[in-house]
């Protein structure tokens, strides 16, 4: 699995465990609804500075969203 996918695929889960749909998170993140698909579905790598938008909206830690994406990552092994 790439880390894009990786990335998207915690972001997604994170995203549903909080209730929130895509335009919620990115009016919470002050980002474009359609960016979170593209991130969601490994369309689109976040900066550093996207990953702190989204896990402050998420309520976790920009390391909680990497750590499971690497999680993901070494399941796929």
Do not use: N, Y
Request: charged letters at 25%; aromatic letters at 6%.
């Amino acid at each position: 699995m790439e880390p894009a996918e990786a990335f998207g695929r915690a972001l997604r889960h994170r995203r549903r465990e909080a209730s929130l749909s895509q335009e919620q998170l990115a009016l919470e993140a002050g980002l474009e609804r359609v960016f979170i698909s593209w991130l969601e579905t490994g369309r689109q790598q976040p900066s550093f500075q996207t990953m702190l938008k989204l896990s402050g909206a998420l309520k976790c830690t920009a390391a909680d969203l990497v750590a499971e994406a690497e999680s993901l990552m070494a399941e796929a092994r």
